[in-house]
């Protein structure tokens, strides 16, 4: 069987056209997932594997993507440490946030086998997945991880309070990314046992902080994971939402592939990231609540980078959002699919 297009590219294989996935795909604009959302909470489609695998699997059989991304979420990291936690329909809240313990070393307590349900939705997914569909395994980032941890929910306020902590707490901060980073490790390293293919690192909340700063504290624990990771022999993707110039920091010490946010048009990224790192993106993603007229328009620039750039993976500069149409979203992957890239 030939080799999927998505692994071929994260090789730096030449290939016909772009593979394609993007970020949230599985659970926010399927009408298969709604349906399966309005019988189950995400808490129990996420820890039941059967219904994680198939969860996870929606978007390929739905939407035609070329991999699957592990259905679950960054916070159970924190949750296998011990920090009680809820899905909320205003996003995810811990019952008692690290900023209010006195000592927030000692609140937490990693548990690797509070995330023993994850592995067994692996086995399943790889299972039950046609043709071999890769399958994205992830983790989140520690700066992003920390600033829910921190906060204890998610804020629309750019975490002003789990942020002034880090700056006035730099020391213990240094501790607490090491715990989530070991911890990570550690899941990580499970997930690549049980079969993923690949695996991308979210660093949603990378552009919170000054670059030097998040650089400073930050990209050691990011290099230690990429290194756990190909380690394994799989390749690692490295999402650092927001970082903007930081770009020019991304070599292929660091990452694969870098996810770049919509803000950087993709030309320009290609320009400021190491030739040796192939990208990821970066449509952005409310383009999909307009007409499909207006999406190819945008598309068009992507013909054009696409045509001589093999390194590059297509998707969105950030996760589906709540409320695209599902036929947008669909017009989309098949668009992908069919152009004529004009490759050599
Ligand atoms: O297709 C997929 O959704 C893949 C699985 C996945 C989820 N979360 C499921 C989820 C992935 C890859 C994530 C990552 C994640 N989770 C990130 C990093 C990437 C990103 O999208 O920004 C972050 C910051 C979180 C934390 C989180 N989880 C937030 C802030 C929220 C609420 C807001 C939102 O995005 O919906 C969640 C809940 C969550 N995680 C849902 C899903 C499907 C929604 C739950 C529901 O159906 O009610």
Redesign the pocket.
Same mark, same amino acid.
């Given at each position: 069987m030939q080799n999927p297009i998505f692994l071929e590219t994260l090789q730096g294989r030449p290939t016909s056209r772009p593979p394609v996935w993007f @970020? %949230?795909?599985?659970? %926010?604009v399927l009408p298969s997932y709604l349906d399966m %959302?309005s019988r189950y909470s $995400?808490w129990e489609l @996420?820890s039941n594997p059967s219904l994680a695998a198939q969860v996870t699997l929606l *978007?390929v059989h739905d939407l035609g993507v070329d991999a699957a991304? &592990? $259905? #679950?979420?960054? &916070?159970v990291i924190p949750y296998a440490m011990g920090m009680g936690l809820d $899905?909320t329909?205003h996003? *995810?809240k811990f019952d008692k946030p690290l900023k209010d313990y006195d000592n927030p070393l000692e609140a937490l307590h990693p548990d690797p086998s509070k995330l023993e349900y994850i592995y067994k939705a692996i086995d399943e997914i790889i299972k039950t997945r046609p043709d071999n569909t890769p399958l994205i395994g $992830?983790a989140?980032a520690p700066l992003?991880v920390l600033c829910?941890m921190l906060e204890g929910l #998610?804020s629309k306020s750019n975490f002003v309070q789990a942020i002034a902590f880090l700056y006035q707490n730099k020391s213990l901060v240094r501790k607490l990314i090491e715990v989530v980073t070991d911890l990570t490790i550690e899941y990580a390293t499970r997930q690549i046992e049980h079969g993923i293919d690949a695996f991308q690192l979210?660093e949603? =909340?990378g552009g919170i902080l000054p670059f030097d700063v998040y650089q400073e504290m930050f990209y050691p624990s990011i290099q230690k994971i990429a290194r756990a990771v190909r380690n394994k022999g799989i390749k690692f993707i490295y999402f650092p939402k927001d970082i903007g110039s930081g770009l020019s920091t991304i070599t292929p010490e660091l990452c694969d592939f870098v996810s770049v946010d919509w803000q950087t048009p993709i030309t320009e990224a290609r320009k400021l990231v190491h030739p040796g790192v192939g990208l990821q993106g970066n449509l952005d993603p409310r383009l999909l609540f307009a007409g499909q007229k207006d999406i190819e328009n945008e598309l068009v620039k992507y013909l054009e980078f696409g045509k001589n750039e093999h390194q590059w993976i297509f998707n969105l500069g =950030?996760?589906f959002l *709540?409320g695209i149409p599902f036929e947008n979203a669909k017009y989309l992957v098949e668009w992908i699919k069919s152009a004529n890239w004009r490759r050599q």
């Open positions: @970020m %949230r795909q599985a659970g %926010r %959302r $995400f @996420m *978007p991304i &592990l $259905f #679950s979420d960054i &916070l $899905f329909d996003g *995810p $992830f989140g992003t829910y #998610s979210f949603t =909340h =950030h996760g *709540p």
